[in-house]
Nanobody
């Protein structure tokens, strides 16, 4: 049974910090390319950040670069998003997403989302 479960969302004031976690189970987490995406009310889903399996490659959207830090601990099957200097425009439902290949087949997974509110 494949699962991605996010946690750590909540409320923060502008300039504050939150850390999101995403724990995977039921699939090859340590070989999965993992990402965070978000969706603000009335807006389309926006990609936030991604990290590859060995953490050597990390990329960020311009809107969060320098404020957010993505990381993962494959021993715990968990990915993190440290969010600092939060802004009101960071308010959104945050999703974790992962995909990996088995042979030529691609498998992808979504979490249920965790709400972040900055006000």
């Amino acid at each position: 049974h494949v699962q991605l479960v996010e946690s750590g969302g909540g409320s923060a004031q502008p300039g504050g910090s939150l850390t999101l976690s995403c724990t995977g189970s039921g699939f090859l987490f340590n070989s999965a390319f993992m990402s965070w995406l978000r969706q603000a009310p009335g807006k389309e889903v926006e990609w936030v950040s991604s990290i590859n399996g060995n953490s050597k490659n990390k990329v960020y959207a311009d809107s969060v670069k320098g404020r957010f830090t993505i990381s993962r601990d494959n021993r715990k099957n968990t990915m993190y998003l440290q969010m600092d200097n939060l802004k009101s425009e960071d308010t959104a439902l945050y999703y974790c997403y992962g995909f990996h290949w088995v042979g030529s087949l691609e498998y992808n997974y979504w979490g249920q989302g965790t709400q972040v509110t900055v006000s």
